[in-house]
């Protein structure tokens, strides 16, 4: 935690001001105070929306995707937490969750070319280059590593965060391209933006950043209604 270096002045009167502030609302009237959390919620959002556009300088983007089957195998991975516990609830920690996810991807010489982190899983789809670690030592490395970080932010040592991870080998070209539109797809499926890009902790902006017009109506095109995928997580939201 940064030290607050204000003057002590200062301090006390914002202090002062906030005490004041918590009485005029305890004075309210049930259908006042309602009105108050109505427009805190509607600040709160507004503050959720000026930042969707800013990306953490640490994340370490993949390389522009490949669109084809290849190296040791291509796979889509679903990871969940314990008990399906929502412990990545907030905007620092699923940037926290992306950019170590996408790290260790590269760690591990895995070549992700989807993904989607929510508050209580996460799916990708990568490739096993040839000289690619397995998946367990490289999603051990990655749940210990943001389970030990998010425990000591929410003051929860030695707390079992994270419970398993499932993948499939994908083996044909169709089920591999329609499980990257899946994947990208994955937050409007689950009701979080009407449009994939304009969620932050996932690979959707990227892909159309990186890919050609062509890929991306190529790949956006693939039905996924009917996709077997495990997916029965309920998403908290951010409000």
Request: proline content about 3%; overall charge positive.
């Amino acid at each position: 935690m940064k030290a607050d270096h204000r003057p002590m002045e200062s301090q006390s009167s914002d202090e002062s001001e906030h005490s004041k502030l918590a009485n005029r609302i305890s004075q309210l009237n049930p259908l006042q105070i309602a009105e108050v959390e109505r427009l805190v919620t509607k600040l709160e959002l507004q503050s959720l929306r000026d930042t969707s556009s800013i990306v953490p300088q640490h994340t370490d983007w993949p390389h522009a995707p490949i669109h084809r089957l290849g190296g040791k195998g291509t796979y889509i991975v679903t990871a969940g937490t314990l008990n399906k516990e929502h412990h990545f609830r907030d905007a620092s920690a699923l940037d926290f969750l992306q950019a170590e996810l996408l790290a260790k991807a590269r760690e591990y010489r895995w070549q992700l070319e989807a993904w989607a982190c929510f508050s209580n899983h996460y799916h990708f789809v990568g490739h096993a280059l040839e000289d690619s670690k397995s998946l367990k030592p490289f999603l051990t490395h990655l749940h210990a590593d943001t389970a030990r970080e998010i425990n000591r932010r929410q003051n929860c040592v030695s707390r079992q965060v994270w419970y398993n991870f499932w993948e499939t080998a994908l083996t044909y070209e169709k089920s591999y391209l329609a499980r990257l539109n899946y994947v990208h797809q994955n937050a409007v499926r689950h009701g979080l933006v009407p449009v994939a890009n304009q969620y932050r902790w996932c690979s959707a902006a990227w892909f159309e950043r990186t890919a050609t017009p062509a890929q991306v109506k190529t790949i956006y095109g693939f039905k996924i209604n009917q996709l077997k995928v495990l997916d029965d997580f309920e998403i908290m939201r951010m409000v």
